[in-house]
């Protein structure tokens, strides 16, 4: 089956940037149905722009950028939300309300007035037993949580995810990872920008980017088969 019958995301030859400065330079990706994609790069490598031009946060000033059948290149941001394309940002966890306020507002504000509790809940277990605590309670790793809590509210088919590991103990960071795997276990799409190549155990499929440029995609396999990615990535000979 050719990779098209089966994409959720395709992104063709995206360039983007801030005023007179170009960051990326035709960006190919795509994301199947239920699978887990890894946007792998360094610090400035344009990660983050590329996923704010996917959800429509900046605009895509070249290529574009279809959700299933639909062109969403030009859509407002709560358009692709709509046709199910979240992005995580745990910046809109508000601190003084509780958990479960937290998760209602972020479904509400998703469309989705009446979120699952009880399936969010049974994925995170800690979100449970403090949903009636102040979200400015939790740690980190738990607010993490809810950050990825309140973007599953909204039901989405796929999760776009910027630097999940940022800030967390590498305790937090496998407990992400196992997160994630049981997300993608659900049949969830993930999308994870990230420079930590731990995430890569998740991953089905890798695209590396540098400079604003995709340098490479593949599987994982065919990332640790290529002796100049592995050396960089991996530090290994
Ligand atoms: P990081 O892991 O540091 O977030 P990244 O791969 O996500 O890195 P971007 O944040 O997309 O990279 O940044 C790519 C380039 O765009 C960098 O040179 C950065 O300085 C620049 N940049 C990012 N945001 C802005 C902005 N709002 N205005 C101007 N330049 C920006």
Redesign the pocket.
Known sequence: MPPEATSLLTAEAVNA???T?Q?LWGVDLDVRAGETVLLL??????????LKSLVGLIEARHGSIRLGEADVTRMRSSERMRLGMTYMSELAVFPDLSIEENIRIGAQALGHPNPKLNDLYEIFPVLREKRRAPASSLSGGQRKMLGIAKALAAEPRLLVM??PSAGLSPLFVKEVIRILSDLRGRGLALLI?E?NIAFLEVASRVFV?EG?RIRFSGTVAEMTDNDALRQAYFGLK
């Open positions: 940037g801030y005023g400065m960051v790069g360094t610090n400035g490598a344009g990660k983050t722009t590329f910027d630097e920008a420079q980017l604003g």
